[in-house]
């Protein structure tokens, strides 16, 4: 299981039990899914769209689009499917899906059943890798940056515990506009691409 957190004892051996289902078949379960492709609805004076999201639940459709996402969970909990694996995910968890890959969140039974008074929260960031250019991504200086694009990919898991100041970073987009923006962005993939503490989602060839 990836990034396995804290839980009552019989809804981790439960949880559990899913998540080793899940990952041993989930090759086999989600490739007969149908993946939707979408269509990201960008403001037309932004190349950078930040989206904030507080809903009953985190929008839960197998999908791929184009952009690369950064999303951070603010709060809620559940599981997200990222290519051809599954992990459970928490408040302050971050997220990296690169160039179409499939992925979805799912929240928790409980942020279904409304009489609950759940919330899931997040903010996300998107964006074409591309935007920038080639001549601008293959400067000898953004060889980090590159390499981490092209890993992202396959998705990237950062632990929540181990980010608080990239959370915060990321919890500042919304509040930043035109280059100040673009500046938070590259802080916050360099930030990213130099972690210690990252794990990789989906396996190779996905």
């Given at each position: ?129 591309d935007v920038p250019g080639q001549t601008f991504w293959n400067l000898p200086e953004n060889r ?20 608080r100041k990239l959370a915060r970073d990321i919890e500042k987009l ?33």
């Open positions: 299981t990836i990034g396995m957190h804290s839980r009552p004892f019989l809804a981790h051996i439960l949880y559990y039990f899913s998540i080793f289902v899940a990952n041993n078949d989930a090759q086999t379960h989600y490739c007969n899914m149908k993946i939707l492709p979408f269509k990201i609805a960008k403001p037309v004076n932004e190349s950078f769209w930040i989206q904030q999201e507080n809903l009953a639940h985190l929008y839960d459709i197998l999908h791929q689009h184009d952009e690369m996402q950064i999303t951070l969970i603010q709060e809620s909990t559940g599981t997200v499917i990222a290519g051809n694996r599954i992990c459970e995910f928490e408040a302050g968890d971050i997220f990296v899906f690169g160039y179409k890959l499939p992925h979805a969140f799912r929240n928790d039974p409980a942020y279904y059943h409304p009489e609950n008074g759940l919330i899931a929260r997040s903010v996300s960031a998107y964006f074409e890798w980090l940056l590159s390499d981490f694009a092209a890993k992202a990919e396959r998705g990237i898991f950062f632990p929540g515990g181990s980010h919304p509040t930043v506009f035109n280059t100040e923006r673009i500046i938070l962005v590259l802080q916050i993939l360099l930030q990213l691409a130099n972690s210690q503490h990252s794990i990789m989602l989906s396996t190779e060839g996905t």
